[in-house]
């Protein structure tokens, strides 16, 4: 039975490998700038836990703001770099291909950390499900980032409902 961050990785990316979630989540982040870790995240708590609670959701921010621009963010501008001025060598295509896979073990780092923080935020506490809790932290996380939600991010993230519920 996996622990805690293996059961958010693992429905992460079982969602994300499902048709149109990776192109949805992935226009999310080119337009808007919204982590997909944290947008997985909120669907995730909405599965797991119910909505989650803002002071929760703020920690989480906080952890993923600081790792995205101290690890993620200089890992995806090194590949995307590599991406548009290719040379000709084996090692160049190598490298490029170690920093992808350095990239993605950095996204399960943070999907580790954030799956701990909400595991010992949540201890003890009476999970409550309500009506549409994925979509309640989905307004959270998009009022928290300061972002006006409209018919782009809407559809973007029926596609990741939907996959959801199939």
């Known amino acids: ?3 805690e961050p ?5 429905f ?28 997985l995240f909120c669907f995730w708590h909405g599965k797991a836990y119910g909505e989650v609670d803002k002071e929760l959701l703020q920690s989480v921010i906080e952890l993923s703001i600081e ?6 963010q200089p890992l ?14 084996v090692h160049f295509d190598s490298l490029r291909e170690r920093i992808k896979a350095d990239e993605l073990m950095a996204e399960k ?3 580790e950390q954030i799956a701990s923080l909400t595991s010992a ?7 409550v499900f309500g009506n549409d809790d994925i979509g309640k932290n989905i307004d959270s996380l998009l009022h928290a980032a300061e972002i006006e939600q409209d018919g782009k991010i ?13």
């Open 1 to 3: 039975m996996p622990n």
């Open 12 to 39: 992460s990316l079982e969602l994300y490998n499902r048709e149109g979630v990776a192109a949805a989540c992935l226009e999310l982040q080119d337009a808007y700038q919204l982590d997909v870790n944290l947008i």
């Open 154 to 166: 809407t559809s973007r993230l029926e596609i990741i409902r939907g996959a959801i519920e199939e």
């Open 109 to 111: 780092y943070q999907q």
């Open 76 to 89: 995806r501008s090194a590949r995307a770099w590599m991406k548009l001025n290719p040379s000709p060598s």
């Open 121 to 127: 935020f949540n201890r003890g506490r009476q999970c």
């Open 67 to 72: 790792w995205r621009s101290h690890v993620v």
């Open 6 to 10: 293996q059961k958010f990785w693992n």
